[in-house]
């Protein structure tokens, strides 16, 4: 008997030992975690008690619960249940934080709202095996959970994704299907890119052209910016557009994911789809506009000065009644979205049509106006004075500081941080989300291996992100967002590839306590919420797995490729003769000398002796292009 006891004890000092080196593996990482010793085992009847205001999480709960476990759920109003959540008052939290404790008695939750709640039972969740995410019963599965008690609270308060539904468009089921995935990842506000110059995407009662004409395109499929112009008379078969109860529908479904949905109307440019519905809006009225449906208009070669359109897509600021437009159409959404924000884009605006223009020149003397940048202001200016008489607050993207910034704007900083630090250096609210770090659309492996943009985005770089700049109060950095463009996303599954795992990295930034950064921790934490992530069905990218490759030219003219993990434990076994590499190929350890006649270089990854990830085909071209001279 002793002996059995001794044994006993014995591996539970080991599941202790191995629990509190492995650590949780909740995402984003709680502000403050103590582990304790030992495992609590869901009973064969599990209790759940919570105050009213918490019904709907109680609800889900009993539902997860009966279908992955298979066990008997009750929901009751004894503090003694299996799991018991408090509603309380306490300083300590934020309005989202909450206290989280798991030990012999079962699962205690304390929060003060409902938002709270809801992130405590996410964090359950991810204490949890895997399975408890399956919508089938799951046989011969330990429910446990860690002892544990957390204390998790926020570091920002917008914690965001922006989902461009204009380029290509998404169901209201798709767009709910985004908001369940970031609800398991305490993001909290969803920025929805309704209108650019490929789609108008929600219904303005008042101006029923807006989707009659600007919801729908020829349909096209290929690279963006080489898409064939459209004929004049080509049927418009791609396209579809939110009725105003369908915004009604996914306002309510994301009050219950605790998201604040923030529409975006991208004025004054960006306005192709609306021009196309009502050209006399433009500085070119007789111009015979369409929807772009991907075709390139635009010279971009100016990026960082000065941009030129050979199709003005710009509203006129100059006319009266491009204002009247705007009211209605800021008042119509005013009724719909409750968050407080209304974005209304102000990015890559190309001025040179504005500069020929008669009308737009007497404005200017009129208002003195110095330039054209000046120009856009008095448009921002104009425009925020409209979201006021609306009870709304404007918020643009970090173009709007040009000619001046309106008094009482936000700034979305996009193009780097300079913008969001100037912003707030004149006490304005701000959005971090950079192109540089937090842009989902970028490529995130091997450029070779993904359908290659114009840039590429690992996430070790979104994850070492830092949203507040050096010499900038924390207090007017709003928080941290990812954007996802769908220029080349046609479908939701390519969404979920581009937003996951680097959703993950976004959410952690903006959460967790700066001091808390660690990037082995976390990616051992990503890869095993893979596993979450396949039992969800959810798309998502392995692209961690993927050597960084780099070559370099030296003075003799002499071609080195290298390579290096994002993530540790990752062995590269590659080929030079067109050969299939297997863990019996050359192992990288030392830089690679390509020959003059090679054409490809074919690498493969293996972690614990098993092949991970994709095979990398990447062709001398691709070598050589890439290839840094060194001396």
Known sequence: MQLRKFGFILLATIASLQLNAQQIKVIPEPTEVKMGNGLYQLPGQISISMPSSFEAIGKEMSTRFKTATGKAVSLTNQKNATIHFDQVQDKTLSKEGYHLTVNEKGIQVKAQTYAGA???????????????????????????????????????????FMMDVSRHFFTVAEVKKMMDEMTMYKLNRLHFHLTDD??????????????????WRPNRIGKWHNITKPATEEPKTYGGFYTQEDIKELVAYAKTKNIEIMPEI????????????????STTPNYPYQVNAGEEFIDWSGMNGHITARIDNNLDPSKKEVYEYLDIIFGELATLFPFEYIHMGGDETAKNNWAKSADIKALMQKENLKNQEEVQSYFVRKVEKIMQSKGKKLMGWDE??????????????????KGGAEAAK????????????????????????????????????????????????????????????????????NVEYM?????????????????????????????????????????????IYDPIVTTTLNTKGELYAHMEGEINGLDFYYSIDESMPDNYSHHFNAPILIPEDVTILRVMSYQNGKPIGKL??????????????VL
């Open 400 to 417: 709007i500081l040009e000619g001046g910034l309106a008094p009482d704007a936000a700034v979305m900083s996009w193009r780097g941080v």
């Open 198 to 215: 490929q789609g108008w995407r929600v219904e303005i009662k008042a101006l029923p052209k807006l989707t009659q004409v600007g919801a």
């Open 118 to 160: 809801l992130y405590a039972w996410q964090s359950i969740l991810q204490l949890l095996p895997p399975a408890i995410f399956s919508n089938q019963t799951q046989q011969k599965i330990s429910w446990t959970l860690p002892f544990v008690k957390i204390t998790d609270t926020p570091r920002f308060e917008w914690r965001g």
């Open 616 to 629: 990398l085909n990447i062709p001398l071209a691709a070598l050589k292009q890439r290839a840094v001279k």
């Open 499 to 543: 937003a996951w795992p680097r959703l993950m990295a976004i959410a952690e930034v903006a959460w967790s306590p700066k001091t808390s950064k660690d990037w082995n921790r976390f990616t051992n934490k990503v890869e095993s919420h893979f596993a979450i992530l396949d039992t969800l069905k959810i798309k998502y990218a392995k692209s």
């Open 266 to 281: 991208d004025v004054p440019g960006h306005s192709m789809a609306f021009l196309a519905a009502y050209p006399q809006l």
């Open 426 to 493: 004149q006490k304005h609210p701000v959005v971090m989300s950079p192109s540089s770090h937090n842009y989902l659309d970028y490529y995130q492996g091997e450029a070779t291996a993904e359908g290659a943009v114009y840039a590429g985005l690992r996430m070790k770089k979104t994850y070492g992100f830092e949203p507040v700049p050096e010499g900038v109060e924390e207090k007017y950095i709003l928080g941290n967002q990812g954007n996802l463009w769908s220029e080349q996303l046609q479908n939701i599954r």
